[in-house]
């Protein structure tokens, strides 16, 4: 055994200081942790798409409508609550992601029941 008394400080334990952690929360804007939390389902659905680099190294079709429709989810919940600034190229992403679906699926959906669709309506090239 170690003749060291365990210590009681975050830095040194390695657990996460979560008070730290909550004020850090705390001073960021709503709008900004709804932006960031968008752009990183589109980012990720990117990549389930294929539209990386990589190409179909991580396809997931099932996984990219998933990311898709809660992208478009959580755009129309926060549509009112962040500026036309914020939410246009937002919305321009996600009709995007949703034509990339429609042209990466082997069988199409119907119009309007795409993901997301539910929420922006119909999308057409």
């Known amino acids: 055994m170690s003749e060291t008394p365990p210590s009681d400080t975050p830095a040194t334990s390695g657990d996460p200081d979560f008070d730290a952690m909550a004020r850090d929360i705390a001073e960021v804007p709503a709008v900004e942790v709804i932006v960031t939390v968008a752009v990183n389902l589109m ?8 539209l990386t680099e990589e190409g179909d ?34 919305r321009d992403g996600l009709k995007s992601l949703q034509l990339a679906f429609r042209e990466a699926s082997l069988v199409p959906d119907e119009p309007g029941q795409g993901p997301g669709e539910k929420y922006t309506g119909a999308v057409y090239g």
């Not at 079709?61 to 962040?82: N, Q």
């Open 57 to 90: 190294k991580f396809k997931d079709l099932d996984e990219a409508r998933k990311l898709v429709h809660a992208l478009a989810g959580l755009l129309d919940a926060s549509a009112t609550e962040i500026s036309s600034f914020h939410a246009a190229p937002l």
């Open 43 to 50: 980012s990720a659905a990117a990549v389930k798409l294929g």
